[in-house]
């Protein structure tokens, strides 16, 4: 497997791309070239007729992780509509001993944020995680980390998360969507197009767009979130998207992506197709452009991914 290498070995280092910053790893200064020396994969998704089935396949993919380690194991949760059948399932195994072998071992964390804005806030990926996985499955895990969103130094808070994921060892597995975007483009975690991300990115913290806030609002009311009036304005308030950036997916050592919301977002069909089928260049300087524009296209440079989406996502 080609990884990129740990930001635990290296010093964390700003870089400020126009409104964004991004935290890198020091040593990686030929950028380009480490874009060119990951190779393409192609997408192959994996179709399956319901929810219900791609919550199990995922569960299936973390239990495999588990059982392929006596480790504990590194788990990235998904924000959104992608996973959250599956933390229904979770949360129902939860409630009884059925998986707490697995559970005690999970080190869990969340993969992006809103910021600021409290904790308690229910539009925060934290309270949808509770109100969906429920309280045993936090009582049983062996550790819960969230990017914490009600800080005066949200730099400072998004260097100590990466630390910690990486003082564990890196992410085991990670859960990841697709985001819409402008011409069938695509944002991953919240990486967005046009914010200069790179491969030796590990997080970032971004300005907070209109398009971001409208798609963060709407899938959590269509999820079934519980949002008071205040909840959402305080929310419409945020000013920046905390995120996990491409060095840490990349790094990550099983991703499972998940498309389950084309009916109610239906910009996700022209966006996961340009992904599948955009061409990525050899070219260094235009593969990196093209990343750029196109943040989706970055799970076409990991080597072991698993894109499960329902039959509607390839529609038109």
């Not at 061409?279 to 894109?307: C, F, K, M, Y």
């Amino acid at each position: 497997m080609v990884r990129v290498s740990s930001p635990a070995r290296k010093k964390i280092i700003r870089r400020v791309v126009g409104d964004n910053l991004w935290l890198g790893l020091d040593g990686e200064s030929d950028q380009p070239d480490l874009v060119a020396r990951l190779p393409v994969q192609a997408v192959d998704p994996e179709i399956l007729e319901t929810e219900d089935a791609v919550a199990q396949a995922q569960f299936d993919e973390i239990q495999k992780c588990a059982a392929a380690t006596a480790e504990d194991v590194v788990l990235v949760l998904l924000g959104g509509r992608g996973a959250q059948a599956l933390y229904r399932l979770i949360r129902g195994l939860a409630e009884n001993a059925t998986i707490d072998p697995l559970l005690r071992r999970l080190h869990v964390f969340t993969q992006d944020a809103l910021a600021p804005m409290r904790m308690s806030n229910g539009l925060s990926f934290v309270r949808d995680f509770e109100r969906l996985l429920g309280d045993e499955f936090f009582n049983k895990v062996k550790s819960f980390t969230p990017m914490r969103t009600d800080t005066d130094d949200l730099e400072a808070e998004l260097v100590h998360y990466i630390g910690k994921i990486e003082s564990l060892g890196g992410i085991d597995i990670c859960l990841l969507g697709l985001g819409p975007e402008a011409g069938a483009a695509s944002h991953l975690a919240y990486i967005k197009p046009g914010s200069g991300a790179t491969a030796t990115d590990v997080a970032g913290l971004i300005p907070i767009s209109s398009s971001i806030l409208e798609h963060h609002v709407a899938k959590f009311k269509v999820g079934g979130s519980t949002i008071t009036e205040a909840d959402e304005a305080e929310c419409r308030k945020a000013t920046h998207i905390l995120t996990l950036g491409p060095a840490a997916i990349l790094g990550a050592k099983r991703v499972v992506q998940s498309v389950v919301d084309a009916a109610t977002a239906p910009g996700k069909r022209a966006s996961y197709r340009r992904v599948m089928e955009t061409e990525i260049a050899d070219d260094p300087e235009t593969r990196a452009e093209q990343l750029n524009q196109n943040p989706g296209l970055w799970l076409r440079l990991h080597p072991n991914v698993r894109s499960l989406i329902l039959p509607d996502v390839l529609g038109s």
